[in-house]
């Protein structure tokens, strides 16, 4: 039995067909046409989670100004906001994300906007406080795309 068994053995040929490895590289192309796209998403997603790191603490920065300068934004830009927090950056740069404008709303100064650039996925991510109510609002400009979600609401 056992010798029956090896002389079949040695007569057929073992291997892989054409067809089969055919069906396998399709498998493979499939699934590499799936993850690679994800995974340049995801990619896109974690330089606006830098952006938004950075309106973040830009807001903190705001709000110390406003503290340090008797409850307003007066007279805010983004050079103030860099002297209160280093890490605010103001500096133009074809990756990092920095803060593009920072300015006073309402009349009477107790509102503000600021706005963080990621140049990495051209998105814009801003932070404004409504003047009298105190509502704070967080957009961005390509919903849908990257860290700017579908609604371009980005505080949730």
């Known amino acids: 039995m056992i010798l029956k068994l090896r ?3 040695a007569r057929d040929e073992s291997g892989f067909t054409l067809v089969e490895l055919l069906v396998v590289m399709l ?3 499939l699934l590499a046409a ?3 796209p994800a995974f340049f998403n995801q990619r896109d997603k974690a330089k606006d989670a830098s952006a938004k790191e950075m309106a973040r603490t830009a807001e903190t920065s705001m709000e110390t100004y406003a503290t340090d300068n008797g409850g ?3 007279g805010v830009n983004p ?3 860099n002297g209160i927090e280093q890490t605010v950056s103001v500096t133009t740069s074809t990756s990092d994300p920095y803060v593009s404008a920072a300015a006073s709303a309402g009349t009477n100064n107790k509102g503000w906007t ?3 650039q990621s140049p990495a996925t051209g998105n814009t991510f801003s932070i404004a406080r ?3 109510s105190g509502a704070v609002t967080f957009s961005c400009t390509a919903p849908g795309t990257a860290g700017c979600p579908t609604g371009g609401d980005w505080a949730h």
Do not use: D, E, K, W
Request: glycine share 4%; aromatic share 4%; proline share 0%.
């Open 27 to 29: 498998i493979i192309g």
């Open 130 to 132: 409504n003047n009298t």
């Open 79 to 81: 050079a103030a906001l």
């Open 72 to 74: 307003t934004y007066s």
């Open 7 to 9: 002389q079949r053995m």
């Open 114 to 116: 600021l706005t963080v």
């Open 34 to 36: 799936i993850a690679i």
